[in-house]
Each structure stands twice: as structure tokens, then as C-alpha cells.
């Protein structure tokens, strides 16, 4: 078994920023790549980003390319979303995700293991 525990999230102004982690414990040999999601009440989950586990590839979407930026700790198991420029639209739970088959999936059937989220809130 694999778990995930996210942290970092809160309430913020816009403009502002905020850094959220990821961390994965228990079994992570095999993994190949994590994901941040997230969901804003209403709304269906949307793809934010993944990297790989190596840490070598990853990817962010482009509602908030330029703005966030993942990272990955390989010592620490954790992976990290830095989200600078915040804006109202944000707003929602964060969540990280891994698998152990696919690869950089923007899709929420490409991840296996789920966190329990993190909520975001960003001011006007």
C-alpha cells in the first residue's frame, strides 16, 4: 500500500502564492509518475500537473502555465506545487495522485492512489 498526505494549502489575496506538498510513504518502489488535481465546487476534477518520479519529465496545464510550477524532492518522496500569481479561479481542493503504470496522464484514470486534498481559497 501506498499513501499520500498533501499540506500546504489555506487562504490567500490574489496575487499571492502559496506551495503545496505532496508526500508519499509506504510501498514507492515502482512508481512512475504523480499528478496534481484539483476541483472546485461544481466542477468536475481538472488536471494541474505531473512529473515523473524520477523527477526528469513533467508537465503543467495551461490554465496555469507560467504560474505554477512542480517540483520533486527524491530524497523526501515529495512533490511539490509552487502556485505564484494566485487568482480567484484557483480556488479549490488540490489534490496529488501516483501511479505505477502510466506516465504524465492528464486524465484522472491515469492515477491509481488518491491524497485526501487540500483546499486553496484565493481573496479578491
Known amino acids: 500500500q501506498v499513501q499520500l498526505v498533501e499540506s500546504g494549502g489555506g487562504l490567500v489575496q490574489a496575487g499571492g502564492s502559496l506551495r503545496l506538498s505532496c508526500a508519499a510513504s509506504g510501498r514507492t518502489f515502482g512508481i512512475t509518475s504523480m499528478g496534481w488535481f484539483r476541483q472546485a465546487p461544481g466542477k468536475e476534477r481538472e488536471f494541474v500537473g505531473f512529473i515523473s518520479w524520477s523527477g526528469n519529465y513533467w508537465g503543467i496545464a495551461d490554465s496555469v502555465k507560467g504560474r505554477f510550477t512542480i517540483s520533486k524532492d527524491n530524497a523526501k518522496n515529495t512533490v511539490f506545487l509552487q502556485m505564484d500569481t494566485l487568482k480567484p479561479e484557483d480556488t479549490a481542493v488540490y489534490y496529488c495522485?501516483?501511479?505505477?503504470?502510466?506516465?504524465?496522464?492528464?486524465?484522472?484514470?491515469?492515477?491509481?492512489?488518491w491524497g485526501q486534498g487540500t483546499q486553496v481559497t484565493v481573496s479578491s
Open positions: 495522485a501516483l501511479d505505477f503504470q502510466t506516465l504524465g496522464s492528464r486524465s484522472t484514470s491515469g492515477y491509481l492512489y
